[in-house]
Nanobody, 121 residues
């Protein structure tokens, strides 16, 4: 099995910063794309940022210039540095990893349990 564990959420004032981490563990052969999603109350889950195994990144328009996604392949960890936070960034943040398990050939999606980010005005 594969587990993703997130950390780093919390309560911050508008304009502040937070850094989220997500580490994958278990029977992992390779991790392809990794990403961060968020879900605000009453809204659908949306992609915030993604990163390929080679380090190419993509961002939602709403976070460009404020958030930075990075990863450490040796540690199976993805990070999300969030600066200049706004109240509209509030939500539960989930990491996702596209994983090839040892002994498998197919790619499967795994999700973390989510971490709450609350930005006060």
């Amino acid at each position: 099995q594969v587990q993703l564990v997130e950390s780093g959420g919390g309560l911050v004032q508008a304009g502040g910063s937070l850094r989220l981490s997500c580490t994958a563990s278990g029977s992992i052969f390779r991790i392809n794309d990794m990403g961060w999603y968020r879900q605000a109350p009453g809204k659908q889950r949306e992609l915030v940022a993604g990163i390929t195994s080679g380090g190419s990144t993509s961002y939602a328009d709403s976070v460009k210039g404020r958030f930075t996604i990075s990863r450490d392949n040796a540690k199976n960890t993805v990070y999300l540095q969030m600066n200049s936070l706004k109240p509209e960034d509030t939500g539960v943040y989930y990491c996702k990893a596209d994983v090839v398990r040892r002994g498998w050939v197919s790619v499967q999606d795994y999700w973390g349990q989510g971490t709450q980010v609350t930005v006060s005005s």
